[in-house]
């Protein structure tokens, strides 16, 4: 198999940001997803100058930002490999979260209305042009009437994390990642299908409002429309759980 294969890489294209941050994202991704799994041994450099096409002094800034976040380890004469994330690296504990409490998803949506509407704020202010048409074609999925509710969680949770990607602040996509899934109410409110248009309409509503903010670099009104649907969501939630 070969290298680019094996990392499933492609050529780096500088979008707004330094090539090494591009190829610290693409690997972070992998680490986080397993692709590239626990203990595993990363290519040579030179196998990485191959796959993303840039130079060694990219692929060696890349993975010293990579070992200042914990996530490989190089031993000398060895090599580098993932690593194997210690206690002090997680910032929240999973466990500590019960997803049928609804106390607890108030208190993690609390969270989110800080995190989450900075980040929709930062970025209105640093998105590409691709992240936005991507932002916009996760948006077009999550609108559609026939979507399932599991799938309508799935994306609605890659709107988000699109939103926390175009931050180009990676710990952004990292809290929210630790914060998952079951952190979208949608995963836990059981709608009634005469309910479920509006509710569904509601909540087009304010993804697009959001949306339209950050296409108009507008970082105010994105701060704003963000807050306002996860407080929207908590209050659904709250009065769906009496």
């Known amino acids: ?3 680019r294969l094996l990392i ?3 050529p780096i294209k500088k979008r707004g940001r330094t090539l090494s941050d591009e190829v610290v994202e693409q690997l972070t991704e992998k680490i986080q997803s397993g692709s590239l799994e626990v203990g595993k041994k990363l290519p040579t450099e030179s196998e990485f100058v191959e796959a993303f096409g840039v130079s060694r002094s990219v ?5 010293s930002q990579l070992q200042a976040r914990g996530l490989v380890e190089t031993r000398h004469g060895v090599g580098t490999f993932v690593r194997e994330p210690t206690v002090k690296d ?3 504990d999973r466990s500590t979260i019960s997803p049928g409490t609804t106390q607890e998803l108030a208190a993690v949506l609390e969270v989110r209305a800080c ?3 900075e980040a929709a704020g930062l970025a209105a202010q640093r998105r590409t042009d ?3 048409a991507e932002l916009e074609r996760i948006l077009r999925a999550l609108v559609k009437e026939d979507i399932s509710r599991d799938i309508s969680v799935d994306v609605d949770f890659q709107f988000h994390e699109q939103i926390a990607k175009s931050t180009h602040n990676s710990h952004f996509l990292d ?3 630790q914060l998952g899934k079951h952190a979208i109410p949608r995963s836990r409110l059981a709608i009634f299908d005469q309910e479920k248009a509006m509710y569904q309409q509601r909540l087009n509503m304010e993804h697009e409002a959001i949306f339209n903010a950050i296409a108009a670099q507008d970082a105010d009104a994105a701060r704003a429309a963000m807050r306002m649907h996860i407080i929207n969501s908590r209050q659904r939630m709250r009065s769906a759980s009496k």
Request: hydrophobic residues 50%; charged residues 20%.
């Open 8 to 10: 499933n890489a492609g």
């Open 130 to 132: 691709e992240q936005l």
């Open 175 to 177: 809290l929210l990642r």
């Open 59 to 63: 692929i060696r800034e890349a993975i």
């Open 90 to 92: 997680v910032i929240f």
């Open 1 to 3: 198999m070969s290298t």
């Open 115 to 117: 995190l989450e509407s």
